[in-house]
């Protein structure tokens, strides 16, 4: 994109409604613009993002066997009769009347409306197991939205759920969704740490939390420094085999990790000091299983071998990703700005002409323009040379590439890296090598 004709409204000022780090540097950097309490509309910049975020989700989900579908926004309240959630529900449920007074809702999660479609769709205990997933926006109406896309009203959500003829399948499921989320995460250049929450009654231990570390999270959280460690994308677990699944469960869980209402001091402070971490954590993902609590109410019965009727047991798996655009932003920032890891920057390269109608200027970020592509945001802005840095920054593109008259003329460039600040002039073509590698 060419930043002259760009949509891209950044702020110099501090907007005094945001108390947080990523909330501030989101408006700032013009990726999003909220438009009633908790409800956002996303700039090019902030699509870009939350695209890029977006398709990592669902590339891990479709290698780990999940398959993708798309429900609607809108829900019939009849659906969330028959689980007798409709009515338990609460406030948070935004419920909508249509001209023949039907009741309607815009759904805040997909449970119902996916055994609905599963039973309509499934007889035999053969097809199972089975795992559908879809990216969709969510409204709850929050009581307290804030902290920016972070606790919006109307968020976007990969809702995932699994049928599995027993509790034995459903485990399998279980331990593929958490590889799954150990690797979407990194991927993102975030360290998210899976945390067991409070499952009820039903769901025993399959109930995990994932949690970055932000100075603003909502909850304190202690863990193992070996998390971080693991390269789990890496790491040779196969999808598809019990015994691999089952040895990423035991090495995940053998690691300390707690929010505040687990915590147990004794054990953390048994770790070696130096492998113990804590601070403030948000919730960016939440994975649970809860057996028959759907399928049974609602009726969702399969032939089973003898053909006797199987219930299927079912989890849901949830991945916040709009929430990712401020979390990533929470643990990737500076005074200057936003420092996007490279997989999810809404540019890769931000290429400043520092005197646009200097014909060696313009002719040298034109060449690299082309030569980027789409991954490129061109500053071709008749403005400071001053302005364009600042900027630059705020946006936080990984790469930058200066090129000013004097540069230009020696026929360089000046190439920076936005996480380390270090700079080198070199080539135009090295300077392409060093980007695209
Ligand atoms: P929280 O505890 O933060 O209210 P939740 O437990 O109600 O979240 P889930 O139903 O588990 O949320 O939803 C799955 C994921 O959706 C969460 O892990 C979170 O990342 C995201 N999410 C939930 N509520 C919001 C919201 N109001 N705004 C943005 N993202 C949200
Ligand atoms: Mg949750």
């Known amino acids: 994109m060419r930043l002259s004709h760009g949509f891209v409204p950044t702020l110099r000022e501090t907007p005094a409604e945001a108390q947080i780090a990523s909330h501030r540097l989101m408006l700032r950097a013009g990726l999003v613009r909220?438009?009633?309490?908790?409800?956002?509309?996303?700039?090019?910049?902030?699509?870009?993002?939350?695209?890029?975020?977006?398709?990592?989700?669902?590339?891990e989900q479709d290698a780990a066997g999940a398959q993708e579908v798309l429900m609607p926004t809108i829900q019939p309240a009849e659906l969330w009769r028959q689980s007798g959630r409709y009515d338990a529900y609460g406030p948070e449920m935004l419920r909508i009347r249509d001209r023949h007074d039907r009741e309607l809702l815009?759904?805040?999660?997909?449970?119902?409306?996916?055994?609905?479609?599963?039973?309509q769709g499934v007889r035999s205990y053969r097809e199972l197991p089975q795992n559908l997933y879809h990216i969709?926006?969510?409204?709850?109406?929050?009581?307290?939205?804030?902290?920016?896309?972070?606790?919006?009203?109307?968020?976007?959500?990969?809702?995932?759920y699994s049928f599995d003829i027993d509790y034995a399948g459903a485990v399998v499921s279980y331990r593929t969704m958490m590889l799954a989320y150990m690797r979407t995460f990194q991927r993102m250049g975030l360290k998210a740490i899976p945390m067991q929450a409070?499952?009820?009654?039903?769901?025993?231990?399959?109930?995990?939390?994932?949690?970055?570390l932000a100075p603003t999270g909502e909850s304190q959280v202690f863990y193992d420094a070996g998390f971080e460690e693991i390269d789990w994308v890496g790491a040779d677990y196969r999808y598809g085999n019990a015994e691999d699944l089952e040895r990423f469960f035991k090495q995940m869980t053998s690691m300390y990790a707690a929010t505040d209402e687990k915590?147990?001091?004794?054990?953390?402070?048994?770790?070696?000091?130096?492998?113990?971490?804590?601070?403030?954590?948000?919730?960016?993902?939440?994975?649970?299983?809860?057996?028959?609590?759907?399928?049974a109410p609602m009726g969702l019965s399969l032939a089973g071998p003898n053909g006797q009727p199987i219930v299927p047991h079912m989890g849901?798996?949830?991945?916040?990703?709009?929430?990712?655009?401020g979390g990533i932003i929470e643990a990737s920032h500076d005074e200057a700005g936003i420092i996007w890891p490279d997989t999810v920057a809404p540019w890769k390269v931000g290429i400043l002409n520092l005197k646009p109608g200097d014909a060696a200027c313009d002719k040298m970020t034109e060449a690299l323009y082309a030569k980027l592509g789409a991954d490129a945001l061109l500053d071709d802005r008749d403005d400071r040379p001053g302005a364009k840095f600042a900027d630059a920054d705020l946006m936080g593109h990984p790469w930058q590439i200066i090129v000013g008259p004097r540069s230009a003329a020696a026929g360089e460039v000046e190439l920076k890296r936005r996480a380390t600040g270090e700079r080198a002039t070199v080539s135009p073509d090295s300077a392409l090598a060093r980007v695209l590698s």
């Open 34 to 59: 909220q438009t009633a309490a908790g409800i956002y509309a996303w700039l090019p910049a902030g699509l870009r993002a939350l695209a890029k975020i977006e398709q990592i989700v669902r590339e």
């Open 106 to 119: 815009y759904g805040p999660t997909n449970e119902e409306m996916i055994t609905d479609l599963f039973r």
């Open 136 to 160: 969709q926006w969510k409204f709850r109406d929050e009581v307290r939205p804030r902290f920016g896309v972070m606790r919006g009203r109307e968020f976007l959500m990969k809702d995932a």
């Open 198 to 212: 409070d499952s009820g009654p039903i769901g025993g231990d399959l109930s995990h939390e994932f949690i970055v």
């Open 263 to 295: 915590h147990d001091h004794a054990e953390f402070t048994a770790l070696a000091e130096s492998r113990r971490r804590s601070g403030r954590g948000i919730e960016v993902g939440h994975i649970f299983y809860f057996g028959t609590k759907y399928s």
């Open 316 to 325: 849901s798996y949830g991945i916040g990703v709009s929430r990712l655009v």
